[in-house]
């Protein structure tokens, strides 16, 4: 029982910096957040592209922090980069 605990935590902490390293990739100038140019670029095959910036970005502070863009991987908004 102890070793599946830990197994699925190293799960959780394997997928935890993947996330982190798309979310970098994604800031293209490293300022810590995501602009909409930023990410259009990341994603050109994206057809609505400026409707799924809008939807990440929960705050509506025009840009995409580091919180928005996890929570819109986790909600499947953004599709992840391969
Ligand atoms: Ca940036
Ligand atoms: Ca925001």
Redesign the pocket.
Known sequence: MKKLLILTGTIVALSAPAMAQDIMILDANSDGVVTLEEFSAAYPSLENVEQVFTAA?????????QE?LIAAYESHLIPEME
């Open positions: 970005d929960t705050d509506t502070d025009g840009v995409l922090s928005e």
